[in-house]
């Protein structure tokens, strides 16, 4: 770690020093940066294997031109390296007890801060007032601070997947998108759920949002019973459940799309994955596949989502500049799952309930 001058202390503040950073990283020796190229040489004497941060590295050379001689003693030394990205994956991948308790505050939080903007309300507002709000209101309830920019896209916005602008006007007619979490202590929330500006559903967003809600159930049952558990077969069964409600409930494509072209504009429909892994970042243990079984301890994120763009011509009209997405947190258990969201308000009528008081 690097050596702090006075200078540094006056302008910044003082950082940890060597022995607390020791005490709370469980790491048995620190020493200061200015010794690491001294330190790797006598390793390298050794003949010693290590597991680096590729990517880490990598990065930290670009903007630390100091790391470049070290960079080089790695790649130009003739060591032994692996990477050491998978094997730390594998480690966060399964959360111990207490990782799990700090996942049920983090996603406690989210969801009372969620919960708190339904009940605020946002008539003639802008889309950054609710990020400023849900800023205000992750913080006051203990969190450090947003999981990431959150996602606050009202009326046809929230068919851009990752819409961070969040700053246009929301309109008395607009569904509004939040995809919005916190972080509490390095582990993360990550919650969508979307709600009317006016307080009530139309008839058409309402018809759509039943029709989400209800594969959202479907899929939150999916994953407390089906084992194994695999992201990817999760994926395909929304996207089945997607074409077979839609046939049976609402029917809003085209009657002329055959059952092929239906599951393929289903999958148009929700283009990204239903799931993710979750914790200490919000796409955490990215290296960790989707096509493997879930094991307890693992947390996941279950999203459908229905994104309808005005060009999309295989959709009735009144669908069309609507988007959906409804997002919940899971803990996968050794009895099932546990939704560490579920009082986050999702159910249609709670929600018309709820803005209306």
Excluded at 87 to 110: A, F, V
Excluded at 305 to 333: C, H, K, M, Q, S
Aim: aromatic share 6%; hydrophobic share 35%.
């Amino acid at each position: 770690m690097e050596h702090q001058t006075k200078h540094q202390v006056l302008w910044d503040g003082a950082s940890q020093n060597y022995d607390e950073v020791r005490a709370i990283s469980g790491v048995d020796r620190v020493l200061p940066i200015s010794e690491f190229h001294k330190y790797m040489s006598s390793v390298l004497k050794n003949g010693a294997a290590l597991a680096v941060d590729v990517d880490a590295l990598m990065d930290a050379v670009v903007y630390e031109p100091d790391l470049r001689s070290i960079h080089q003693m790695l790649y130009n030394g003739g060591l032994t390296h692996q990477p050491l990205n998978d094997k730390i994956d594998q480690l966060r991948w399964r959360k111990s007890k207490h990782e799990q308790d700090l996942m049920r505050e983090t996603c406690r939080i989210g969801s009372e801060s969620l919960n708190a903007l339904l009940r605020e309300g946002c008539e003639e507002r802008n889309e950054s007032n609710i990020v400023g709000f849900l800023d205000h209101q992750c913080r006051r309830r203990g969190a450090d601070r947003l999981a990431y920019p959150p996602v606050v896209a009202a009326g046809n916005n929230a068919n851009t997947i990752h819409y961070i602008s969040s700053n246009k006007p929301i309109r008395k007619t607009d569904c509004v998108l939040v995809d919005a979490g916190c972080d509490l202590h390095g582990y993360v929330s990550d919650i969508t759920r979307c709600f009317p500006t006016s307080g009530r559903f139309s008839a058409v967003q309402r018809t759509l949002y039943d029709v989400l809600n209800d594969i959202q159930s479907q899929l939150l049952h999916y994953v407390q019973t089906v084992r194994p558990l695999r992201l990817n077969e999760l994926y395909k069964h929304m996207v089945e459940r997607m074409a077979a409600d839609s046939l049976s409930s609402i029917v809003f494509f085209r009657k002329d799309l055959s059952q092929k072209e239906l599951l393929k504009e289903c999958d148009r429909l929700c283009p990204h994955h239903v799931s993710h892994y979750l914790g200490m970042d919000v796409h955490d243990t990215p290296s960790i596949a989707r096509n493997i079984e879930c094991p307890p301890g693992v947390i996941i994120t279950v999203e459908p989502g229905i994104y309808i763009r005005p060009e999309n011509t295989a959709v009735r009209n009144e669908f069309r500049g609507i988007g959906f997405r409804i997002e919940d947190d899971v803990l996968l258990t050794e009895t099932g799952a546990e939704i560490l969201t579920a009082n986050c308000i999702r159910d249609p009528e709670d929600i018309e309930l709820v803005m209306d008081s």
